[in-house]
């Protein structure tokens, strides 16, 4: 839980609380940053090669399938990784005025150039 307030010029105190979801995988991913070649010399990387469906998953599990160049199809393994670290992101915040929960328009109302 990420938290933050202050006080404003008139006495009232605003507060925000971020809930803050674990997204740390514990199999194997794609490496965004991997970087290879395929059987023909195109270089691959992130956004070279599609997903392509071997067998179609249903509502308990993923579809199975490979990968291919988007050039010549020739089949593509993405380099993985794993995280070594926990990763978080922001989740649903909730905004208090002295203590109290109030709606976001409430703090867009009283700072109009919040990004929230
Ligand atoms: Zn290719």
């Known amino acids: 839980m990420n938290s ?3 006080r404003d010029t008139n006495g009232d105190v605003w507060s ?17 940053n991997w970087v290879g070649v395929d059987a023909n010399g195109h270089e691959q990387r992130t956004g070279t090669y599609h997903f392509v469906v071997d067998t179609p998953g ?4 993923p579809d199975e399938g490979h990968y ?3 050039l010549c ?15 978080f992101i922001p989740g649903l915040a909730t ?16 700072f109009p150039d919040a990004n929230i």
């Open 95 to 110: 905004y208090y005025l002295n203590g109290e929960p109030v709606h976001p328009d409430v703090i867009r109302a009283r």
């Open 68 to 70: 291919e160049c988007d």
């Open 16 to 32: 925000v609380e971020r809930e803050m979801i674990d997204v740390t995988m514990s199999l194997p991913y794609i490496n965004p």
């Open 73 to 87: 199809g020739a089949e593509v393994k993405p380099g993985l990784t794993t995280d070594c670290v926990r990763r």
């Open 4 to 6: 933050s307030s202050f």
């Open 58 to 61: 249903d509502d308990e599990w």
